[in-house]
């Protein structure tokens, strides 16, 4: 059977380039979506901001990586998720990974001695993997909420809040600077304080604003203030066209403004000490793990 083919032409070599020359820009957030990768180019002049774009650019990175040109492991598919139903060979290849893994993954909550309780808030999911690489240093969690979140999920929120009852509890959200992402949080204020009687609890906008617009240049979404979504008028008048997506904001910046903001509202001494205290419970914990595995060790010798 004759494989399909992708006629490569200088155009779109031309695009490929560019696209590897962002890749190598961010290195260091690999990997990156579509959309970020699109925003990018937009950025920087080399591609018109507008669907036929998005599109091209969609089937260009196809062909690019089935071609060998990019690296599958440079782009991710955040949205579509594998759950593995596979089990083990046997009951030695089960014990030795669970040997391989005791104890491992230890973390100790490094925000306890902390006056807030804080999570980081982030309209999109395909983006969680920079916010979760931040938050984690911190022991800070962080929340997909995709969109207008449903009273069942701002519930749970309320549940979590009555483990930290001593805190104050503070919201810092990502989202999109647009019609209906500017609105997500003040709905998520109205259900949680007016409806569900959440008490005492801070929010706070960290990005996009239209200071960040501005300041970074950043590229309109033109499909973004559509004339049937309601909040466009309001939107508008408040804000002018202004419509960008979160998105567009370089990962790095992106990274530099979770950390600001976490750190802004943290207690540096008292995070530092539990810091010591974790290193220090870390260095108990392998050597127990050492005295353990020398008892399986020889158990397996003896009856497996």
Known sequence: MSRRAFNW?????????????????????????????????????????????????????????????????????????????????????????????????????LMQSQEKYIEVWIEKDALSSIFKRITFRYGVSTVVCRGFSSVSFLNDFKSRLSNYEDKT?????????????????????????????????????IALTKEDIFNYK?????DALKKTDTRAKKHVEAYGELAVELDAL?????????????EAELNVDAFNEEVGNQ???????????????VFIDKTLSKRF
């Open 218 to 222: 950043l590229p309109h979404n033109p």
């Open 169 to 205: 509890p503070l919201m810092l959200y990502f989202g999109d600077f647009d019609p209906s992402g500017v609105e997500m949080l003040e709905s998520i204020k109205t259900t949680l304080q007016d409806e569900l009687r959440v008490e005492e609890i801070e929010f706070k906008r």
């Open 9 to 109: 032409t200088e155009k779109q070599l031309d695009k490929l380039n560019k696209v590897k020359a962002v890749l190598e820009e961010l290195s260091d957030y690999i990997p990156l979506t579509l959309r970020q990768i699109y925003y990018q180019l937009v950025g920087k002049g080399f591609i018109d901001n507008n669907k036929s774009q998005y599109t091209m650019l969609s089937i260009l990175l196809k062909w690019a990586r089935i071609c060998g040109y990019i690296k599958w492991k440079d782009i991710e598919d955040r949205t579509r998720v594998f759950h593995n139903g596979m089990g083990w060979d046997d009951k030695r290849d089960f014990v030795e990974q669970e040997v391989s893994s005791f104890l491992s993954g230890y973390r100790r909550d």
């Open 250 to 262: 370089r990962p790095d910046i992106l990274e530099e403004k979770i950390k600001e903001a976490i």
């Open 279 to 293: 290193n220090d419970d870390m260095r108990n914990l392998d050597l127990l793990k050492s005295k353990v595995e």
